[in-house]
């Protein structure tokens, strides 16, 4: 079964600091992995995507993620986080393989604070 | 590009009414939409995926005539909260799956219902 896995409800960091937000996944064929962020009352905001080439993949403000395969990973980083980027964040998986089935299977979210 | 127009933002009914809400792509054609229901510091919960010119499919647990989800066109989908009551309320967010000249998913910026 497809699935995905937040282990963290909840991280906390301090402003400056580097943070992690951690995501696995399970999937039967090549996964195809995202990572969104969603403000409170807003829609969701694309941050990155792993779909084939280099393991590290950089995107929107500063982040960047790592596809792992041997550890079926996808952790989102940051080398200095922002007040700002306190913010709920989804990690969301597509089976490559799966054809016209364009499903996202989405993590349960970690919410993410930075203190200053 | 791409841009998902998702309207209203937010909408107080009371119980018995219905409420639409609407998505448009304004940039590109949406064959298809996801809907999703969010509730309060949660997952995103697919409930349904609207196919232009055919019925939508509706995951498992969703009513279908509580919810019903019409794709009229290749700009616009539709989810219409029938007689609707409290337990109803939550946050509900379009999708559009990735398409020629985007390989993103792209969100609507999610409508607040609330049944008083």
């Known amino acids: 079964a497809q699935s995905v896995a937040q282990p963290e409800d909840q991280v906390n960091v301090a402003e400056g600091n580097p943070l992690t937000v951690k995501c696995t996944y399970s999937?039967?064929?090549?996964?195809?992995l995202f990572w969104y962020v969603q403000y409170p009352n807003r829609g969701l905001q694309f941050l990155l995507k792993?779909?084939?080439?280099d393991n590290l993949v950089k995107g929107s403000y500063g982040f960047e993620a790592e596809f792992n395969k041997s550890q079926t990973s996808f952790h989102l980083k940051k080398p200095s986080a922002l007040v700002s980027d306190s913010a709920l964040y989804f990690c969301?998986?597509?089976?490559?393989?799966?054809?016209?089935?364009?499903?996202?299977?989405w993590g349960l979210g970690t919410s993410l604070a930075v203190n200053p | 590009g791409a841009v998902v127009s998702q309207h209203p933002s937010w909408v107080i009914c009371k119980s018995g009414t219905s409420v639409k809400i609407e998505c448009r792509s304004l940039?590109?054609?949406?064959?298809?939409m996801f809907w999703y229901r969010q509730f309060p510091k949660q997952s995103l919960m697919l409930m349904a995926t609207?196919?232009?010119?055919?019925?939508?499919?509706?995951e498992q647990g969703v009513e279908k005539d509580k919810f019903l989800i019409n794709h009229a066109s290749l700009t616009l989908s539709t989810l219409t909260v029938t007689s609707a009551h409290p337990e109803d309320s939550s946050f509900y967010i379009c999708?559009?799956?990735?398409?020629?000249?985007?390989?993103?998913?792209?969100f609507g910026s999610g409508t607040r219902l609330t049944v008083v």
């Open positions: 999937v039967s064929g090549n996964p195809y």
């Open positions: 609207s196919n232009e010119g055919s019925k939508a499919t509706y």
């Open positions: 792993y779909i084939t080439g």
């Open positions: 999708s559009a799956p990735p398409h020629r000249g985007y390989n993103g998913y792209t």
């Open positions: 940039d590109f054609q949406a064959t298809t």
């Open positions: 969301a998986v597509r089976d490559g393989n799966a054809g016209n089935n364009r499903k996202l299977i």
